[in-house]
Every structure is written in C-alpha cells, then in structure tokens.
C-alpha cells in the first residue's frame, strides 16, 4: 500500500464547484489506474470515477459524467477531480484510491488496494 492524501475539500453552495487533488508518493505513480470514491453519511462507498495511467480512459459514474472530470498530472504524482454544478446531494466524504496492480483497468473497489483518508465535501443548498 501506498500512502495516498487528498485535499481540496470544503463547503460550497449549491452550483458551486470544488476541485479535489490526490497526491502519492514514488515513482511508480504513471503506471496504475486511479480512482475517486465517495461516502455519504448512512450510506455505502461508491464509485465516482477513474483514470487509467496514461490518462487514455476515463470512467464515471452515471451522476458524474455531465459535471465531474477527472485527470492526471504524472509528473506531479497527482490526480485530480473537477466537480462543478454541485448538488446537496454531492455531500459526502471523498476518497483517492490506487488499482492495487499497475497497468489494469476497472472501477470495483476491490480492485484499488490503496485508499486516502478522505476529504469532506459539503454542499449547502
């Protein structure tokens, strides 16, 4: 596992916009697909996106794909989701995770092996 942080989280209004940042450590960063999950209050993890490591392919949840946009920077070890026109509904707790296997693909979590410890995102209506 590897030791991931994320940051840019806070409170917006309705309609506003956030963009969250994932930074990890080592030079093996280019080579594993990396995702975005979130948790609401009372509810599961799910799935909000996912890049794969030259940035070729992207993968979102349905409820994302108009408003969030996710992206790398390899050589910054970073990456980044953009979300705009947030709901009340966003509200939850947002995660960065890494594919536990370089040069995969897919969105399950069980298939990332390495988790941030979250950023909150809150949305006020």
């Known amino acids: 596992q590897v030791q991931l942080v994320e940051s840019g989280g806070g409170l917006v209004q309705a309609g506003g916009s956030l963009r969250l940042s994932c930074a990890a450590p080592?030079?093996?960063?280019?080579?594993?697909?990396m995702g975005w999950f979130r948790q609401a209050p009372g509810k599961e993890r799910e799935f909000v996106a996912a890049?794969?490591?030259?940035?070729?392919?992207?993968n979102y949840a349905e409820y994302a794909k108009d408003r969030f946009t996710i992206s790398r920077d390899n050589a910054k070890n970073t990456v980044y989701v953009q979300m705009n026109s947030l709901k009340p509904e966003d509200t939850a707790v947002y995660y960065c995770?890494?594919?536990?296997?370089?040069?995969?693909?897919?969105?399950?979590?069980?298939?990332?092996?390495?988790w941030g410890q979250g950023t909150q995102v809150t949305v006020s209506s």
């Open positions: 890049i794969n490591w030259s940035g070729g392919r992207l």
């Open positions: 080592g030079r093996t960063f280019s080579i594993y697909t």
């Open positions: 995770a890494r594919h536990s296997s370089p040069f995969t693909d897919g969105v399950g979590a069980a298939l990332f092996g390495s």
